[in-house]
C-alpha cells in the first residue's frame, strides 16, 4: 500500500514533501491521489479511507444513520457517525451511513460531470443514477487502488511545526476497523478530501423544535436520513429548503403524501420548478412549532402579508444541508473551524495559508465537483513538488479576502452560478503559464462545457418529464451550435438563469 518509486520533489524550492497523507477516498480525494501519483515527485502517498469501498458520499448504505439530533447546530462532533452496519454488511466490514437516496439521479449530464480523463459509460442515461456514478469511481480509481487503505479511519491530525511553514509535517494517528490496530505515522503534507455531507444541520432559531421533537419523536427528519418516500405515503408532509436535494425529494415524496405536499422556505422558488416538481405549495419559514397541535406557525412567504397555521402535521423533512466539519482536526490556532459554515484560513477555497502543507479540496458547494476537485489536485502536485512557485503570503491573503467578497453570512463556500467555470479556467491558467515543469494537465472549460453549464437544469427537467430515458442532451433536444450559442464565458453562465441552478 502506497506509493514506492524513489524519487524526490523535483527542483528546489521551499517545499519538501515526500510522503503525503490523503484522508478520504471519495472523488476529491481520488482525482488527488491520481494528479499527485502522476507527478512522479513523490516517494510515498497513503489514501485512508473509512469504507470498504471508495466513492464517500457515493457509497450507498440502505441504513441510514440511527441517531438524530434536533436540532443539530454542532460542528465540533467528538467523532465521525458510527457505522450503521459493522461486521454485518456481507462482506464482514463496517458500513458508514451515506446521505444517498434510493432513487437518486444526477442533476448534472454525466458528458459535464465527469473527470477530464475518464468518459462515463455510453450505456448510462445522461443524467446517471447514483450507482452508475459509483460504479465509474470504481473505475476512476482501478490505477491508484494500490495506494488504498481501506477500513482505516483516520482520528487524529497533529500539527508538527517546521523552521518555517513550508515544512511543517503532520502526525496522521490511524485506526485499522477490522484489526483494531492504531497506527500514528509522520507526514510531509495532508490533503483532506473527506466530504462535507456527514454533519448534517437543523436550526436552532425555530421557536419550540426541541420541545416538539421530545414530544413527536420521529417527526422531524433531516434529508440525509432520507431513503424513499414510502414512510410518507397518505401522511401531511412539510418539507424545509429548496435545495437540489430538498426540491428532488420533495418530488418523490409529492406522489404519495397528502397533498399538496409543502415546501418551507424563506424565499420563492421559481415557479416552473414548482410546476415541475407536482402537487407541492410553497411556503415561509416555520416560525415555530406548536406541540399540543403537532403544527407549525409560518412566517410570509416573500412577497405576501401574512402567515399562516398548519395543524396536525405528520412529517417535517428538513433538508437544510451540513456543517463543515473535521473531527479528527481540531488542535489549530486560530482554529479551522467555528460555526461549520466556513472552513478559516484557506486561500482559493484550497490550501491553507499558515500551513500550506494542508489542503481541503471539494469545500465549494453549488458546483461540478469532479473536474474541479481535478483543478485543485493539479495545483497542489505542481506546488509541493516546487514546480509552480507559492504565492507570498500576502498575495495568499489577499485572495482569501476577494473568496469571500459579496457572499452573504454562512454562504463562504457557495459559489454564484458559472463561479466553478470561472474556478477552473483561472486555475488551469495558473498551473499552465506560472509552472517550470511537467505534470498531469488539469480541466480548462471551452465553449461547450460552458454552454453545457448553462442549460443543463432545462435539460433535468427535460428529462425527467421524458421518462428519464435520454442518453445524450441532443435527445432531449440540446444541441451544441457553436455560431448560435449565447454562452460563451462563465460570466454568460451566470447570466443565464441564475435561478434556475441546480448544481450540489
Known sequence: MGSSATLSPEGTGPFHVHKIAIVGAGPCGLSAAKYLLAQAAFPRIDVFEQQAEVGGVWNYSAKPADALRVPQTDAHPKRPDPPVLSGGSGNGKPLFPSPMYDELTTNIPHTLMGYSDLAFDE???????RADVQAYLVRYARDIRHLIRFSTQVTDVALREGQRRERDRWDVSTTDLLTGEETRETYDAVVVASGHYSTLYIPDSIENIAEFHAAHPGLISHSKLYRNAESYRGKKVVVVGTGASGLDIASQIQKVCKPPLLISAQTKAPPEILEHIGSVKQVGQIKQFLTEDRGIELLP???????????????????????????FLNTLDPPLITDGRQVHGLAKHLLHISHPTLAFPGLPIKVIPFPLSESQASVLARLWSNTLPLPPREKLEEWERADGEGTSPGKYHVFAKGGDGRYINELHAWVTRESSGKGKEPPHWDQELLWQRGIYAEAKMKFEKTGKKARTLEELGFKYEPEETEVTSPEDVQRKDPQLDIAG
Open 301 to 327: 412567504l416573500e412577497g405576501e402579508e401574512e402567515g399562516q397555521i398548519e395543524r396536525d402535521v405528520d412529517a417535517v423533512l428538513f433538508s437544510t444541508g451540513y456543517l463543515y466539519t473535521f473531527p
Open 123 to 129: 450505456s448510462c442515461e445522461i443524467f446517471p443514477t
